[in-house]
Nanobody, 122 residues
């Protein structure tokens, strides 16, 4: 059974920072690609960032230069550090786990967390 538990969302002012965390089941974490996606109401879920077991990081244009994805193997946790936040970053953020090599990160594959709300507003 795959379990993903997200935390760290909230309300932040423009220009501020948030750090999202996702704790995964230990038996899957080390061999799987971890990622973050986000979804605005009425919009399709979009890919944000991914980190496969190699540790190489990949980012969508929307967050490149402002977001940093990392994984902590000791704690089976993936983080998304979000800096210089803008109102357009407001969305529900979802943690994702998928098999390496399962296609484009823009395709929705694998398993999902319950989502955590991020609101950027003054």
């Amino acid at each position: 059974q795959v379990q993903l538990v997200e935390s760290g969302g909230g309300l932040v002012q423009p220009g501020g920072s948030l750090r999202l965390s996702c704790a995964a089941s230990a038996h899957i974490f080390s061999a799987m690609t971890m990622g973050w996606y986000r979804q605005d109401p009425g919009m399709q879920r979009e890919w944000v960032a991914s980190i496969p077991p190699t540790g190489v990081t990949y980012y969508a244009d929307s967050g490149r230069g402002r977001y940093t994805i990392t994984r902590d193997y000791a704690k089976n946790t993936v983080h998304l550090q979000m800096d210089s936040l803008i109102p357009e970053d407001t969305a529900v953020y979802y943690c994702n786990v998928r098999r390496p090599g399962s296609g484009s990160y823009k395709l929705e594959r694998g398993f999902w967390g319950q989502g955590t709300q991020v609101t950027v507003s003054s």
